[in-house]
């Protein structure tokens, strides 16, 4: 028995490629279902905004719903006026690219609104926890990161600057008030604080604040080239044929893929600087 375990077996390093690749595929199954309900769990809780205050939301949703109203206002007029050149395929296009530059501005400000909607049905949650950490920047825009110990479990929130400066001196215990949904940290009190442990605020470098705005600014990016893409095509002299619209639509397709494309490139060159990839 002794000899088998010794010697050599040639199928040993088949065995050992099928296994790896057996566990490279779980690894794979794991991780793409993990990451559909990460996305879930990142819109419910307002995507982009989460964090935010209310009434930022909200002030933000007016914003988008009047730049809406207004697209789809100049949109209507450019069917009109193409309707009135015998164009109509130009004029609904542009009607359409308006329609897209609207669905797309307001899918940042819709789960963040669904989030508050929610909220004002439940009372806020209160939660206490050991301070872990804390980071100057999070993942949205104009917030910081708070992470506590609660229960066997880290949780992560997004809290306003001002609230960040109670835990910079020696915060041990940290207990704070928070919207169910939209993750909104209304109150923090300090309950426990050591002198002794002061926090050492990790290093925040271009990168991390490049790619915090990043995807507001691709967002913003895709909606300006989805417009300026309308503007060129109506200006193109190319009749009234069905011509006219395909190349408008083309380039519309072109300049938001060339943004859209650029922005995943640059966000993946970010977290190579970052050293986030193995």
Known sequence: MRSLGTMRNPGSRELRRRQARLESQQRNAVREQTQPQRREESIRRGGLLEGLAPQVVMRLALVIGVSGIILIAAGVLGLL?????????????????????????????????????????VPPRNVQGQLVGASPISATPGLCTLAL??????????????????????????????????NYVQTLTVIRRDRLAAMTEPTVNRAMKVSVWLPLVSVGGVVVALGLAGLIGTLLPLGTGLLHPLVTLLVAAALAGVVALGARWYGNRLVRELGLVE
């Open 81 to 121: 006026v193409e309707m009135g050149q015998h164009d109509v395929p130009l004029g609904i296009l542009v009607l359409l690219l308006a329609l897209a530059m609207v669905s797309v501005a307001g899918s940042v400000a819709a789960p963040a609104l669904r989030a508050v909607r929610r909220d004002r049905k």
């Open 149 to 182: 110990s609660v229960g066997r479990n880290v949780e992560q929130y997004r809290i306003r600057p001002e609230l960040f400066d109670k835990v910079r001196n020696g915060a041990t215990v940290v207990g704070i008030s928070v919207s169910p949904s939209l």
